[in-house]
């Protein structure tokens, strides 16, 4: 699976897990070149408190386009250290 967004490949794996219709790509796949940390976070209710990321590819930002858990409850421990993506982030095979 890949994840692109404004033609630049974000994170690639053979290894995702999907949850909820999303894929969740091992930490470790992300390039990390395009990451800013973000402050924001939403709660789930059986996966937990999610964290993110925004996206700065070529002069442009995508707020908050990278999610994670970093402590997903037990019922969510599959997405442990993998990360989700949206808001115009593209996935694909």
């Not at 408190?49 to 442009?60: I, R």
């Not at 421990?77 to 993998?82: C, L």
Request: proline share 2%.
């Amino acid at each position: 699976m890949k994840a692109t967004w404004n033609n630049q490949v974000i994170a690639e794996s053979d290894d995702t897990v999907v949850v909820e219709g999303n894929h969740y790509f091992p930490r470790e796949s992300l390039n990390d070149e395009f990451l800013a940390e973000s402050n924001h976070t939403t709660a789930c209710g059986w996966k937990g408190t999610a964290n993110y990321f925004s996206l700065n590819v070529d002069g442009q930002t995508n707020e908050n386009a990278v999610w994670y858990y970093a402590e997903p409850k037990d019922a969510a421990k599959e997405i442990a250290g993998r990360v989700a993506f949206w808001n115009g982030v593209e996935v694909t095979e």
